[in-house]
């Protein structure tokens, strides 16, 4: 099992930026793929971007070209890189781990998560 922390979440206006930071630990090696996922009130949990361990990346449609997610392996930290914040993308922000091949944004298919943390971008 992986255990994940997320931080860097916090209030900014429209056009800011934040940095969110997972920090993973635990059985890391069995990770081949890490995430990071929203959720707004009301709303279904959804897959922002994506990272396997070949570093290879994918990203929703919504934050393609504002977004960027990254890893460093020697620290075992994710990062999400957000720029051009948007009202639209305030919600709570979750890290999490697939133990297997295939990179995703299905939050379904992922098996780890932390506890999240609050982006709330005002207009």
């Known amino acids: 099992q992986v255990q994940l922390v997320e931080s860097g979440g916090g209030s900014v206006q429209s056009g800011g930026s934040l940095r969110l930071s997972c920090a993973a630990s635990?059985?890391?090696?069995?990770?081949?793929?890490m995430g990071w996922f929203r959720q707004a009130p009301g709303k279904e949990r959804e897959g922002v971007a994506a990272?396997?361990?070949?570093?290879?990346?994918m990203y929703a449609d919504s934050v393609e070209g504002r977004f960027t997610i990254s890893q460093d392996s020697a620290t075992n930290t994710l990062y999400l890189e957000m720029n051009s914040l948007k009202p639209e993308d305030t919600g709570m922000y979750y890290c999490?781990?697939?133990?297997?091949?295939?990179?995703?944004?299905?939050?379904?298919?992922?098996?780890?998560w932390g506890q999240g943390t609050q982006v709330t971008v005002s207009s």
């Open positions: 999490a781990s697939k133990n297997y091949f295939g990179l995703t944004r299905h939050p379904q298919l992922y098996n780890d």
């Open positions: 635990g059985d890391t090696s069995k990770s081949h793929c």
């Open positions: 990272i396997d361990r070949f570093d290879s990346t």
